[in-house]
């Protein structure tokens, strides 16, 4: 008999929109070092890995994050077993249908391992004892979930109800959806509920079987979908149009909620899915007045209050329990009672086609990144960093012209196939239409002002010519 081994899957294609404007569509919080921390949460999702027997790490995210995902891994310098490209969201039973027959290519069956990027687990040791224990339960093709030991009626959380004492576990008897607050007190009074943490073990064949029987239509989508695998660079796209056909549903609705072989394994590891201002608040170390402070910021007389900054000084005087975010360019104030009702603020930004809803003022691409200092009706000013290496495509413009002033480092520079080198203080001018490149062939990074002018200037303007990174 083969060794069964563990493959984590972690599943990295979330909005995180309660955490606006930390989180937003295009940088969510997954990928975001929450309360000074120095790695983001995807990159601690794979470094509490350490410890484990398991193979490289899947992941599975959307098409439009996949350059983050890579460089995230690549920056805490580890392994993964392929990234996936959702080509739409279609929630966690198809993901997990992807991971599980990619997993059981060449006659392998590995345990699979499903976390979010998203979680915050404090208690490593408790999290590894957790999958200790469930893996004599996967390994005799029981589906495992692992649930939550509650702390208190938490009214945004799903829970489980638990049967017998199976081995370490419990034989699942119910699945309960979010219940009201008079509801989970109940369930907490009563010792028989955990919360539902969304994470589970199991053999990928296992869930391949049950996926087929429970939800038939969802298991031949996924199949005829990753039948076209192409593979560029770290990511593997698969065919579109089967898996747009695919029905969107959760693992749990599908499967978990279906099965009779399902277990719950309690976990008491200091987990939150960071849910909300109030969960992220809960989550961070805080000063003897109780407040959660991150950045530049000052208190006087304020307690019980998260209050984060990222590049500006934040004072507040005589206040308690509020949530004051500062990014560079959005500020939110709440009540922290109320900060689940940023949702609404977001709905408000989405029907006006606001920017601040998707992007950042700081925007990362996979050469590096760039900050919108300034804009105007006919202007709008950059700062660029440019990696070690990369390269801009060979693009044009329709309706810009461009110029570039370097603040740091060297910059390669092809205009209309004239290659020129600009060091610090040298600029250069890109005439509308003109076909042009910029790459850093030096160690260090490179920095420019970039000036655009013109009557368009949005980032839809490019002709890409060429691109190492395989965008159109």
């Not at 199976?166 to 979010?178: L, T």
């Not at 408000?348 to 996979?366: D, W």
Request: negative net charge; aromatic residues 8%.
């Amino acid at each position: 008999m083969k060794e069964i081994n563990i493959c984590p899957v972690i599943m990295a294609g979330g909005s995180g929109t309660r955490l606006w404007p930390l989180s937003r569509g295009n940088y969510p919080k997954q990928f975001l070092s929450l309360g000074g921390q120095s790695e983001t949460m995807l990159q601690k999702t794979i470094l509490r890995l350490e410890g484990l027997n398991h193979m490289p790490p899947m992941l599975i995210c959307n098409e439009e994050h996949r350059f983050i995902v890579a460089e995230q891994i690549r920056q805490i310098g580890e392994k993964h077993g392929g990234i996936f490209l959702e080509p739409i969201g279609k929630n966690t039973a198809p993901a997990i249908a992807l991971a599980a027959f990619k997993a059981i290519e060449n006659n392998q069956d590995p345990l699979l391992l499903v976390l979010a990027a998203d979680h915050v687990i404090e208690d490593v040791d408790a999290f590894h004892q957790a999958v200790s224990n469930a893996e004599e339960h996967a390994k005799s093709d029981k589906l495992v979930t692992f649930g939550i030991v509650a702390s208190s009626p938490e009214t945004g959380y799903g829970y489980i109800q638990k049967g017998p004492m199976q081995g370490s576990g419990y034989q699942v008897k119910e699945f309960v959806e979010k219940p009201d607050e008079r509801t989970a007190q109940q369930y907490i009074d009563s010792g028989d509920y955990y919360w539902n943490s969304g994470m589970f073990l199991f053999k990928a064949s296992r869930y391949l079987e049950e996926l087929k029987t429970h939800r038939p239509d969802i298991y031949e989508a996924c199949q005829k979908a990753i039948e076209v695998q192409n593979v560029d660079m770290d990511f593997i796209r698969i065919d579109r149009e089967a898996f747009t056909d695919c029905p969107d549903e959760s693992i749990d609705y599908a499967v978990m909620e279906h099965t009779k072989e399902a277990i719950v394994i309690p976990m008491d590891a200091k987990w939150s899915d960071v849910g909300g201002f109030e969960a992220l608040w809960q989550v961070q170390e805080k000063d003897s007045n109780g407040n959660a402070l991150s950045g530049d910021v000052m208190v006087l007389d304020t307690n019980e209050s998260l209050i984060l900054s990222e590049n500006k000084l934040v004072a507040t005087i005589g206040v308690s329990n509020l949530v004051v975010i500062a990014t560079k360019d959005a500020v939110l104030v709440a009540d922290k009672a109320k900060a689940q009702q940023v949702k609404s603020i977001v709905s408000q930004l989405k029907s006006q086609q606001r920017k601040e809803v998707k992007y950042h003022r700081e925007v990362y691409r996979p050469w590096g990144k760039y900050d919108s200092i300034d804009t105007g009706e006919r202007f709008q000013v950059k700062r660029i960093t440019v990696k070690p290496g990369a390269k801009l495509s060979v693009q044009m413009h329709h309706h810009r012209a461009e110029h570039w002033i370097v603040v740091s480092g060297t910059a390669k520079v092809t205009i209309d196939n004239t290659e020129q080198y600009l060091t610090e203080n040298e600029s250069v001018y890109i005439p509308i239409t003109a076909v042009h490149a910029l790459e850093n062939p030096g160690k260090v990074d490179l920095e420019l002002i970039e000036v655009q002018s013109g009557s368009y200037l949005e980032e839809d303007d490019i002709v890409r010519f060429e691109d190492r990174y395989g965008r159109s």
